[in-house]
């Protein structure tokens, strides 16, 4: 589908820019690096992503579901290096592996991170302070109330 713009020089997608997104994710690059597979800036790849028409339709519908797809490839590139070094697997593409190189990439390019639990006298309480309800909340509050007067007046006793 070439979308043609009411005022300015006309786009430079192409529909075939879908399936080389994926091919390129495929190989483990980046959204950002796909411009210069194509001769683009990264900027014009983000406004394919988010551009919308008059009544707030994507312009390439096509090329947001083809990062979709190929999001999920990327993913897979990088869970299968990490699945064949934890194994201790070494190949010709692959003579060794870093897991701190590899858990950065992770960290960085999908959002990994590393799990902290929030206790207080050895109880998480992370959990218990989603599933309240309102109600449950407001049934706390006085108590809370005077954990905190409490810490104030120890911290001014001190």
Do not use: C
């Amino acid at each position: 589908m070439e979308e043609k713009n009411k005022v300015g020089r006309p786009s430079k997608y192409r529909p075939e820019y879908g399936e080389l997104l994926i091919e390129h994710f495929k190989k483990g690059h980046s959204l950002k690096s796909f411009g210069a597979t194509i001769g683009v800036h990264s900027a014009t790849i983000f406004r394919w992503l988010s551009d919308t028409d008059d009544e707030g339709r994507p312009l390439y519908p096509d090329f947001i579901e083809a990062r979709e797809i190929a999001d999920g490839y990327g993913l897979l590139f990088y869970e299968d290096i990490g699945l064949k070094g934890v194994k201790g697997a070494k190949t010709e593409e692959m003579p060794g592996f870093n897991v701190t190189a590899w858990i950065f990439i992770m960290k960085n390019r999908f959002n990994w991170r590393d799990k902290k639990d929030v206790t207080t006298n050895d109880k998480p309480i992370a959990n218990n302070v989603i599933e309240l309800t309102d109600e449950d909340l407001i049934k706390q509050l006085p108590k809370a109330l005077d954990v905190i007067k409490q810490l104030t007046d120890d911290a001014g006793n001190e």
